[in-house]
């Protein structure tokens, strides 16, 4: 899959246009699809790259890792359990670990279980991006796609193949 990205990050002062291609595994909802390229616009940096997706169920969704080959980013998308998340952040000190969902439901569920062994460390991100937007971009599953993706505080305005969408993103820091 291609997505042609003009991405502007106001916050981060951050202008990117970027043609983004993607590798879909036969049985990846355009859902998860949609929410690994809303997730590279949300915390793009240098050397972001997507991982093997569901090919490697061990690998992350997006990461980064720095010149010498330390990850330094890892980025998960749609689902997540409290251990492996655990894990992440513990077998990978210093490394930012966040996790991404197109749904409320499955951020409400790990909370809780994260609060309980998550204290006093800022590498673990919970972000959620408005449902509806990301239900909105899996309807076109055409193998080309252009974006223009602006994101102003807690929010992402997005022009994809000519359509104006938009949605709410939230954060939770530990």
């Known amino acids: 899959m291609e997505f042609r990205v003009a991405l502007n990050h106001v916050d981060r002062k951050l202008e990117v246009e970027d043609a983004v291609i993607i590798a879909r595994h036969p049985s990846e909802t355009g859902e998860h ?3 690994r390229v809303l997730a590279w616009c949300l915390l793009h940096e240098e050397r972001l790259a997507f991982g093997p997706g569901l090919s490697d169920p061990e690998a992350a969704d997006l990461w980064t890792h720095d010149l010498t080959g330390r990850l330094t980013t890892w980025i998960e ?3 997540a359990t409290p251990d492996r998340l655990k894990r992440l952040v513990q ?11 197109g749904d409320e439901r499955r951020r409400q569920e790990l909370l809780p279980a994260i609060a309980e062994w998550k204290r006093g460390q800022e ?15 899996a309807l076109h599953d055409e193998r080309r796609h252009k974006w223009a993706a602006t994101i102003v ?6 022009d994809a193949d000519g359509e104006a969408l938009d949605g709410a993103v939230s954060r939770d820091s530990w």
């Open 33 to 35: 699809l949609n929410l």
């Open 77 to 79: 998308c749609g689902t």
């Open 91 to 101: 077998h990978n000190t210093g490394a930012q670990v966040h996790v991404v969902f």
């Open 123 to 137: 590498a673990l991100t919970v972000w959620t991006i408005d449902q509806a937007l990301v239900k909105a971009l």
């Open 153 to 158: 505080g807690d929010h992402i305005y997005l």
